[in-house]
């Protein structure tokens, strides 16, 4: 039996496919902002204060794993629902949360495992979706795009150990947005250049100090039409640390458009 916690996005739909396609054990903790999962009779509609519960749940269905999948936002304090254990461990997610999004689910990550509950890689049913390295569109980068590129990634590797941002648009070798609260698409949208069309790039690569088990990069098929709408050229992620959905519809959307697909 495996329990797994989703959030939002369409990662976890993809996980669960999967383990009921492999006819696996398996019990949801739904965090998801719509509780998307609540149709599952397996699903358990939970709030992340809720530490007592959540623990309850994964003991008594003898779920000694759990894996993590899709994101769950940082949430309100004030107006979490708590339980004893979850006011108990509050104080504790509530100091990580200073530090961002990555330092609360370590915080979570090693509550689990103080109570033996394991926490596996998200990709441990879907290794597929995460590509190796190469150039997956019929256009590769250009000396420019390369300058670009080069630029992201030591920008995002020059941010503080548990910034939020997984993301970061380049153009003309200038930072234009990087990834804030507000997600991809937003940094996307503030990115729209009519006078650059078709330069510039988006990348997106782990957050320092991140557990690569879990919030991992994910790009889609509406990551690849918003960068295009943006005017952007291509995409990069870091090879084997991101989760990569819609893969042949992205391909062909990249090969129509003049954009590229890289993997670094």
């Avoid at 970061?168 to 996307?188: A, F, H, Q, W």
């Amino acid at each position: 039996m495996i329990g797994l916690i989703f959030g939002d996005t369409d990662f976890p739909k993809e996980i669960l496919k999967t383990v009921k396609k492999r006819k696996i054990k398996y019990l949801i903790i739904d965090l998801s902002k719509s509780k998307k999962f609540k149709k599952d009779r397996k699903s358990y509609s939970v709030s992340i204060g809720q530490f007592g519960k959540i623990i309850n749940i994964l003991k008594e269905n003898n779920c000694k794993k759990v894996l993590f999948a899709g994101k769950v936002n940082k949430p309100n304090f004030s107006k979490l629902k708590l339980d004893f254990k979850g006011i108990y461990y509050i104080p504790r997610i509530i100091k990580a949360s200073k530090l961002g999004d990555a330092a609360i689910l370590k915080e979570i990550i090693k509550i689990l495992g103080q109570n033996k509950i394991k926490t596996e890689n998200s990709l441990k049913f879907n290794p597929e979706l995460s590509l190796k390295k190469g150039n997956y569109s019929k256009f590769k980068p250009n000396k420019q795009d390369q300058l670009d590129i080069k630029k992201a990634i030591k920008t995002l590797n020059s941010l503080r150990e548990y910034n939020f941002s997984q993301g970061v648009v380049v153009r003309n070798k200038k930072v234009v947005s990087i990834e804030g609260k507000g997600g991809t698409k937003k940094m996307l949208e503030k990115s729209k250049s009519k006078k650059f069309r078709n330069h510039g790039v988006l990348v997106k690569y782990p957050k320092k100090k991140q557990d690569l088990r879990v919030d991992l990069p994910t790009i889609g098929f509406k990551t690849i039409k918003q960068t295009n709408t943006a005017g952007l050229k291509g995409v990069v992620v870091k090879s084997k640390q991101h989760v990569f959905l819609d893969k042949s519809k992205c391909i062909n959307f990249a090969n129509k458009n003049r954009m590229f697909i890289t993997i670094k």
